[in-house]
Nanobody, 126 residues
Framework: QVQLVESGGGLVRAGGSLRLSCAAS????????MGWFRQAPGKEREFVAA????????SYKDSVKGRFAISRDNFKNTVTLQMNSLKPEDTAVYYC???????????????????WGQGTQVTVSS
């Protein structure tokens, strides 16, 4: 019902910044929560950040608090992840995901998400 396309990944040095973007289509954008996850080779996919359907609730992985910020624009059908003060351990493929169950708070459980983008590579050099 929805298609998600990530962009904005790349190669940066430690301490640098990147802004990831996810464009959604196929259903009213305001109907679902959005999240960002990441996965490094040989490791489990992990939660990074999420925002609920109306943008009033957000949640972050502890290690990215104060460095990353998630936001959404329901008029443009996009969600972004601003990443500052990047560290080598942030290196991973980043995925955006959509949770079609309307909830009052941001969705943090990976099993709660219904649709996933193709991912975008983020590499941070030391």
């Amino acid at each position: 019902q929805v298609q998600l396309v990530e962009s904005g990944g790349g190669l940066v040095r430690a301490g640098g910044s990147l802004r990831l973007s996810c464009a959604a289509s196929g259903r009213a954008f305001s109907s679902y929560a959005m999240g960002w996850f990441r996965q490094a080779p040989g490791k489990e996919r992990e939660f990074v950040a999420a925002v609920n359907w109306n943008g009033r609730s957000t949640s972050y992985k502890d290690s990215v608090k104060g460095r990353f910020a998630i936001s959404r624009d329901n008029f443009k059908n996009t969600v972004t992840l601003q990443m500052n003060s990047l560290k080598p351990e942030d290196t991973a493929v980043y995925y955006c995901a959509a949770d079609f169950t309307r909830r009052p708070s941001a969705t943090v459980g990976i099993d709660e998400y219904d649709y996933w983008g193709q991912g975008t590579q983020v590499t941070v050099s030391s």
